[in-house]
């Protein structure tokens, strides 16, 4: 709190804010109970609101306050009048803030009651995720909770303070509005005044972004949330909250700056810690070769080896058919890791099946020793190979994949991840920011049989090359520590080139003018050259607190599956509710 500032119903202080100088003050304090203790006639409690944790005592002299503190329980809703004090010599608690001091209550009014509640209201608790959920409310009582709720708060003040120093403005844009592809399944909204017709929540304001470049506001941000109805996980939330932002005139180093910046002063005010500029950079290219992945965590070693020509051709029918068929062979090195346990082992390989790779062979180098189900298929050559590639040295396991391109990297990624954590080989405390750039300005789609955009429609093209198979896009990532935190581009601003993306994405002239119309026609009022980016702002509040899972930084999350606990989302809607809509359910 400011100091000087009036608190609500009649508190001098935060109970959390007590210390040693305030000692001799005569302080109201409201909260809830946190523990009660009954010593020899003296009663102690906890009160406990945002700020911390304060002790009361209640002696048997203060007859009024002694009874009611006899008749309290936890999470009982108190005020407490009365004065602070330093706390009898050794008796002080080092572990809290406000371990100098207690409260020695004259006065404790029960505000409310509470019942017992399903799983303790305190940091360390083993209750289930679906009852946390469910009592969410009392879940975000627990002081860990309240601390990363508060950290959200401060990361999303510290973002926009720097945008508004540097003249970005803050623009609202619509919830509902019109379903356009953005890569993921949209969440519909039924008209009820245009029947048949449904709105779309937005996957994020790409097109009204660039709208308002071309309205002139030539810096934009939001803290804006956003919808997609695609699979959850650990790192990704049906409703999240994206920094989206514009500038026009500018182009990929201008949003490098921009962002770079903002990270530096999110990281030094939020953790006091000081990260080196300009971030890495490496090419899409580089990162699937190096890493095999688009989003690789840079800060341990243990990169992937190219073997395809090592074994074209081989003896080892099961590698030479892979690259017969237009595979890969592709691998690394674990250090130290030749001595694992043929368990062990074995569970390497279910991990790559299960990423979908068609095995995997292992290889320990142990002095002049071989060990692998398939040394006795390996020529002396193929062995030399392997070890020069990977780096393998002596203890050393090498980890082999043989599939189709795509496979093998999905597997090899996963695996090297699972080793860096299981050998101890991620740094503590360090942030390892990465651009990754010149990303393929379409991929093919097995699933849509045609070629899609890598990051969207409107992204502009590097080169006058618009072939699929080589053309390359302004697109660049974000990435930290192997979480991708956002993608950005420079934009197609020339209502031409626009036309002729749409074609080779298979965008027919009427779909897109019914899709995109409001945008392209936009476009030929004068629209300046504008770049931009977006990034998930639970995610970097996710890796800011040290937290596992996105859904501890979110106030009020789903399940996996996509239910909401606390209320009971989704539900059935009634028959009168549907009829004004006009629709039926199947």
Same mark, same amino acid.
């Given at each position: 709190?400011?100091?000087?500032?009036?608190?609500?119903?009649?508190?001098?202080?935060?109970?959390?804010?007590?210390?040693?100088?305030?000692?001799?003050?005569?302080?109201?304090?409201?909260?809830?109970?946190?523990?009660?203790?009954?010593?020899?006639?003296?009663?102690?409690?906890?009160?406990?609101?945002? %700020?911390?944790?304060?002790?009361?005592?209640?002696?048997?002299?203060?007859?009024?306050?002694?009874?009611?503190?006899?008749?309290?329980?936890?999470?009982?809703?108190?005020?407490?009048?009365?004065?602070?004090?330093?706390?009898?010599?050794?008796?002080?608690?080092?572990?809290?803030?406000?371990?100098?001091?207690?409260?020695?209550?004259?006065?404790?009014?029960?505000?409310? %009651?509470?019942?017992?509640?399903?799983?303790?209201?305190?940091?360390?608790?083993?209750?289930?995720?679906?009852?946390?959920?469910?009592?969410?409310?009392?879940?975000?009582?627990?002081?860990?909770?309240?601390?990363?709720?508060?950290?959200?708060?401060?990361?999303?003040?510290?973002?926009?303070?720097?945008?508004?120093?540097?003249?970005?403005?803050?623009? %609202?844009?619509?919830?509902?509005?019109?379903?356009?592809?953005?890569?993921?399944?949209?969440?519909?909204?039924?008209?009820?005044?245009?029947?048949?017709?449904?709105?779309?929540?937005?996957?994020?304001?790409?097109?009204?972004?660039?709208?308002?470049?071309?309205?002139?506001?030539?810096?934009?941000?939001?803290?804006?949330?956003?919808?997609?109805?695609?699979?959850?996980?650990?790192?990704?939330?049906?409703?999240?909250?994206?920094?989206?932002?514009?500038?026009?005139?500018?182009?990929?180093e201008d949003v490098f700056e921009a962002l770079e910046g903002m990270f530096v002063r999110v990281w030094t005010e939020f953790l006091g810690l000081e990260v080196p500029t300009p971030f890495a950079r490496l090419t899409y290219d580089e990162v699937m070769r190096r890493y095999g992945s688009d989003k690789p965590d840079v800060r341990y070693g243990m990169e992937l080896a190219d073997l395809t020509e090592t074994f074209r051709g081989s003896g080892f029918r099961a590698f030479a058919r892979a690259v017969e068929g237009g595979g890969v062979v592709?691998?690394?090195?674990?250090?130290?890791?030749?001595?694992?346990?043929?368990? %062990?082992?074995?569970?390497?390989?279910?991990?790559?099946?299960?990423?979908?790779?068609?095995?995997?062979?292992?290889?320990?180098?142990?002095?002049?020793?071989?060990?692998?189900?398939?040394?006795?298929?390996?020529a002396d050559e193929e062995l030399a190979a392997i070890r020069a590639a990977t780096g393998a040295g002596d203890g050393d396991l090498a980890l082999l994949v043989a599939d189709r391109e795509d496979r093998t990297n999905v597997a090899l990624d996963g695996l090297r991840r699972l080793m860096a954590a299981r050998l101890g080989l991620v740094p503590e405390g360090t942030w390892a920011f990465l651009w990754v750039t010149e990303f393929p300005m379409f991929e093919w789609s097995d699933d849509e049989g045609k070629w899609v955009s890598t990051h969207h429609p409107f992204t502009s093209p590097a080169t006058e090359d618009l072939a699929p198979e080589t053309s390359r896009a302004r697109a660049y990532d974000l990435v930290l520590n192997g979480f991708e935190l956002g993608s950005g581009s420079v934009r197609i601003h020339r209502p031409e080139l626009q036309s002729s993306v749409f074609d080779l994405l298979g965008i027919a002239r009427p779909d897109a003018e019914e899709k995109f119309g409001h945008l392209l026609e936009a476009f030929r009022y004068g629209v300046p050259p504008h770049a931009g980016f977006a990034f998930g702002l639970d995610r970097v509040v996710m890796l800011l607190t040290g937290r596992d899972n996105i859904r501890d930084v979110i106030a009020f999350p789903k399940t996996a599956s996509g239910i909401e606990p606390l209320t009971g989302a989704p539900s059935v809607p009634s028959q009168e509710q549907l009829d004004l809509l006009g629709i039926r359910l199947r």
């Open positions: 709190m400011a100091e000087g500032e009036r608190l609500a119903g009649g508190r001098t202080d935060m109970c959390g804010a007590l210390r040693a100088a305030d000692a001799g003050r005569e302080v109201v304090l409201t909260g809830w109970v946190a523990r009660r203790r009954d010593h020899g006639g003296v009663v102690f409690f906890d009160l406990r609101d945002r %700020e911390g944790v304060v002790q009361v005592v209640a002696h048997p002299g203060e007859a009024g306050a002694y009874g009611a503190a006899q008749g309290l329980r936890g999470e009982f809703v108190v005020r407490v009048t009365g004065p602070c004090r330093v706390r009898p010599e050794g008796t002080a608690n080092a572990n809290l803030p406000t371990g100098e001091v207690e409260v020695a209550a004259r006065r404790i009014e029960v505000i409310s %009651e509470s019942l017992t509640p399903p799983f303790p209201v305190e940091d360390r608790v083993e209750a289930d995720e679906n009852l946390r959920l469910k009592y969410r409310y009392l879940d975000l009582r627990r002081p860990e909770m309240t601390r990363v709720l508060r950290d959200r708060h401060r990361i999303f003040a510290i973002i926009r303070r720097y945008f508004d120093e540097r003249g970005f403005v803050d623009v %609202e844009t619509p919830m509902l509005t019109k379903s356009t592809p953005e890569g993921a399944r949209d969440f519909l909204v039924p008209s009820r005044l245009q029947r048949g017709k449904v709105y779309a929540l937005p996957q994020s304001p790409q097109q009204f972004k660039q709208l308002l470049m071309v309205a002139g506001l030539d810096r934009y941000y939001q803290i804006v949330r956003c919808f997609r109805d695609e699979d959850l996980r650990a790192d990704r939330h049906w409703e999240f909250t994206q920094l989206d932002l514009e500038m026009s005139f500018a182009s990929e592709k691998g690394f090195a674990a250090p130290g890791a030749a001595s694992w346990s043929r368990k %062990e082992l074995d569970g390497l390989v279910q991990e790559a099946t299960s990423r979908g790779a068609a095995g995997l062979v292992w290889i320990g180098f142990a002095g002049t020793e071989v060990h692998s189900p398939v040394a006795r298929f390996l």
